[in-house]
């Protein structure tokens, strides 16, 4: 079964908590990204991968950090400097290629205690 | 940043009624994308669109492109209660570069 998965589906955060988001694909997808969601709104880049070892920021990359070891996985670090953290955060991959769509998991949502 | 404003931001109709979202963007483009989210889920891919593609058809689904004006519209017909969710246009504008999403447009079908 092809797909995404990120996990935890619900996370909590205790002040000057670090806490790291999953996100694993068995698609063989080159690029993956992590976008955060507020009530509401639209989503933010936050950190994307194009390829393993290599990654850049988004728009909102400060108080987040990634690491892309393996093709499979994209884990995100929410870190204490990270002040408002709570939102619903997504991980998304594709294949390489300029019209690819995006393949998103099924968010987690981060809290704070 | 945000590239695409959707239009409106939210929109209640009822189920058989015709559905209508609008989308505006900035700079040039290489391609438009629509998704889909229901709550508290992720995004679904609907459709994608060329820069040099004017309309494209998928089953209920309908697009629309003028780059002239910067603008696309989704529009779904026959709309069902189903398809209560938030929609999403996206845009890429050149080679790998990271999909630009709008704050998308509320849609409530109401049966």
């Known amino acids: 079964d092809g797909g995404i998965t990120q996990s935890p589906k619900y996370l909590f955060r205790k002040e000057g908590q670090n806490v790291t988001l999953s996100c694993e694909q068995n698609?063989?997808?080159?690029?993956m990204y992590w976008y955060r969601q507020d009530p509401g709104q639209g989503l933010r880049l936050i950190y994307y991968s194009q390829i393993v070892n290599d990654f850049q920021k988004g728009d909102i990359a400060e108080g987040y950090s990634v690491s892309r070891e393996k093709k499979e996985s994209f884990p995100l670090t929410v870190t204490s400097a990270q002040k408002n953290p709570t939102a619903f955060y997504l991980c998304?991959?594709?294949?390489?290629?300029?019209?690819?769509?995006?393949?998103f998991g099924s968010g987690t949502q981060l809290s704070v205690l | 940043s945000q590239q695409g404003e959707e239009d409106p931001q939210a929109l209640s109709i009822q189920e058989g009624e015709n559905a209508t979202m609008n989308c505006s963007y900035k700079?040039?483009?290489?391609?438009l994308q629509w998704y889909r989210q229901n709550s508290g889920r992720g995004l679904v891919h609907l459709i994608l669109?060329?820069?040099?593609?004017r309309e494209k058809h998928s089953g209920r689904l309908r697009v629309t492109l003028d780059t002239s004006k910067k603008s696309s519209s989704l529009l779904i017909t026959a709309s069902r209660a189903a398809d209560t969710a938030s929609y999403f246009c996206?845009?890429?504008?050149?080679?790998?570069?990271?999909?630009?999403f709008g704050k998308g447009t509320r849609l409530s079908v109401i049966a």
């Open positions: 996206a845009t890429s504008n050149s080679g790998n570069t990271p999909l630009v």
């Open positions: 998304a991959s594709r294949p390489a290629g300029i019209n690819e769509k995006l393949f």
């Open positions: 698609l063989n997808h080159d690029a």
């Open positions: 669109i060329r820069s040099n593609e």
């Open positions: 700079t040039s483009i290489n391609n």
